[in-house]
């Protein structure tokens, strides 16, 4: 089709293509690398990490347009994940009520860990899923019968009723909790 049109615009048909097809040789070489080392190098380099990642720390802090690029685009990924995520939902109500409720953390009956705030971030391994946070975290599940400790995302992982405290366990906002209590004379 192309080539009707193009006759039929007055050009010559022998500018198009060659009648005869190219014969195309192979550009790889045989020392050259599988792409999916050549894709995972960058990526296993720690000198080149820790390039990259001072690179982007730096422009953070000196491009303000870059910064608040970074920043709306944070913002708008957590606030579709807390509409639509019913577990991302629950991690960020648990960690508000941990932060701003000292009585939370403390009074409530924990049914196997208590919540432990911390002032400043953590790193421990968790021992339910082996990872040890990279930058920590502050907020740590201890369990009440032995040291052993639960990352915030693995605790809160569980659903709402296993993971509030023992009587708590359909209360969902602070009004329900504080109304509890008082039921229960704690």
Same mark, same amino acid.
């Given at each position: 089709? %192309?080539?009707?049109?193009?006759?039929?615009?007055? #050009?010559?048909? +022998?500018?198009?293509?060659?009648?005869?097809?190219?014969?195309l040789?192979?550009? *790889? +070489?045989v020392?050259?690398?599988?792409?999916?080392?050549?894709?995972?190098?960058?990526?296993?380099?720690?000198?080149?990490?820790?390039?990259n990642?001072?690179?982007?720390?730096?422009?953070? &802090?000196?491009? *303000?347009?870059?910064?608040?690029?970074?920043? *709306?685009?944070?913002? $708008?990924?957590? #606030?579709?994940?807390?509409?639509?995520? !019913?577990?991302?939902?629950?991690?960020?109500? &648990?960690?508000? @009520?941990?932060?701003?409720?000292? @009585? %939370?953390?403390?009074?409530?009956?924990w049914?196997? =860990?208590?919540?432990?705030?911390?002032?400043e971030?953590?790193?421990?391994?968790c021992?339910?899923? !082996?990872?040890?946070?990279?930058?920590?975290?502050?907020?740590? @599940?201890?369990?009440?019968?032995?040291?052993?400790?639960? +990352? =915030?995302? +693995?605790?809160?992982k $569980?659903? @709402?009723?296993?993971?509030?405290?023992? !009587?708590?366990?359909?209360?969902?906002?602070?009004?329900d909790?504080? $109304?509890? &209590?008082?039921?229960?004379?704690?």
């Open positions: 089709m %192309f080539l009707t049109i193009w006759k039929l615009v007055g #050009r010559p048909a +022998c500018l198009v293509q060659p009648k005869e097809s190219l014969r040789i192979s550009s *790889s +070489c020392n050259q690398i599988s792409s999916k080392e050549a894709y995972l190098k960058p990526k296993t380099d720690p000198e080149k990490l820790l390039r990642s001072l690179y982007k720390r730096r422009r953070y &802090m000196e491009d *303000s347009e870059y910064r608040n690029r970074i920043l *709306s685009t944070s913002r $708008a990924r957590s #606030r579709a994940s807390y509409e639509t995520d !019913g577990r991302y939902r629950n991690m960020r109500i &648990m960690a508000r @009520w941990i932060y701003r409720y000292t @009585w %939370f953390r403390e009074q409530l009956p049914k196997s =860990h208590r919540p432990v705030l911390y002032s971030k953590l790193v421990r391994l021992t339910k899923c !082996g990872v040890k946070r990279r930058d920590g975290l502050k907020i740590w @599940w201890e369990s009440v019968e032995s040291e052993n400790h639960i +990352c =915030h995302y +693995c605790y809160t $569980a659903d @709402w009723s296993e993971m509030m405290p023992e !009587g708590y366990q359909d209360c969902r906002s602070k009004k909790l504080l $109304a509890r &209590m008082q039921q229960l004379g704690a």
